[in-house]
């Protein structure tokens, strides 16, 4: 299975879309939601994002090796059964 | 002042905005409702309505970048995805916003490399 | 109606400075740049924050909440020239600024 993890915002509708994809299909994952973190875990997701060449728009959800930026389920379950 | 009475006077103050620019307030009533609620929470607690989708830095000239609408400063990007980053506004052609897809920073910028 | 209405007299405003002015119940912002008098409306196009607030350099004014940026000869805002703050034409006669209250 691959690790799921991602970056959202405890505001933005598209995130909570993302959460709810991953459960539905009762695939763990872990999230942090950026502007309820600390400032080096805020920190150290800039610096992800950016390594990532992105922003820091959200959701940011990373499968496996891959990285999705926004909300797009083709993309997740085609990256899921990768 | 009161959430919902707030929540129109973004309406109204950013319809005025949007409307030259060829957005419109997305055709998603409970998107919409949504968003703007957040908005207002977010100028309580930060000063600005920023976007409920895309992260603060602290850095002013960055984050003011974000405060909605924000489409001036992501205008390429945006009319790309006809939509702006968080969904709160379409191109005024678009009738049914599930079908445009959010497209990163990383995607456009390879896209209009190529073209 | 006269379009144009007394502001103030030239002597009032110095280079490079600005005024804020209620003319006829309009919230009118008066500049002087460059020897010239430019009159803008005082409430921003994007939150309606006061631009007298903010800061100039050369014909540019930022705004003091989000720092929207106006030209205050066409009054068109520099990240999107489709949004404008409204220009009003100004004049000077005998010493005293005239507004063109009709756009
Ligand atoms: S009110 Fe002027 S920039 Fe927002």
């Known amino acids: 299975m691959k690790k799921v993890v991602m970056y959202t915002l405890s505001t933005c509708p598209w995130c909570m879309r993302a959460k709810t994809f991953f459960r539905e299909k009762n695939i763990l994952f872990e999230y942090i939601d950026y502007d309820k973190a600390d400032e080096a875990t805020r920190k150290s997701i800039l610096e992800d994002c950016m390594s990532h060449g992105e922003k820091m728009s959200f959701p940011f959800v990373k499968i496996g090796e891959d990285v999705v930026v926004g909300y797009d389920p083709k993309k997740y379950s085609s990256l899921l059964d990768k | 002042m009161d959430t919902n009475k707030r929540m129109e006077q973004f309406r109204t103050m950013f319809q005025r905005v949007i409307d030259p620019l060829g957005y419109k307030f997305s055709p998603d009533e409970e998107i919409v409702d949504f968003l703007l609620e957040q908005e207002v929470m977010l100028e309580k607690e930060k000063g600005s309505p920023f976007c409920p989708c895309q992260g603060l830095t602290g850095e002013r000239e960055h984050d003011m970048k974000l405060v909605c609408p924000c489409i001036p400063f992501h205008r390429e990007h945006y009319d790309a995805m006809r939509r702006c980053w968080c969904g709160l506004y379409v191109h005024k052609d678009v009738d049914d916003p599930d079908e445009l897809v959010q497209i990163s920073k990383k995607e456009f910028e390879a896209s209009r490399n190529k073209g | ?103």
């Open chain 3, 1 to 103: 109606m006269v379009p144009w209405f007394f502001a103030i007299n030239e002597s009032e405003l110095d280079e490079g400075d600005k005024k804020p002015l209620l003319m006829e119940g309009n919230k009118i912002l008066l500049l002087r740049q460059e020897g010239g008098f430019y009159a803008i409306s005082n409430k921003c196009p994007h939150m309606e924050c006061p631009l007298s607030k903010g800061d100039m350099e050369g014909y540019v004014i930022k705004c003091p909440c989000h720092d929207w940026r106006f030209d205050i000869r066409s009054g068109e805002f520099l990240d999107a020239k489709e949004i404008t703050v409204p220009a009003y034409e100004t004049k000077v006669d005998d010493g005293k600024v005239y507004v063109n209250l009709e756009r």
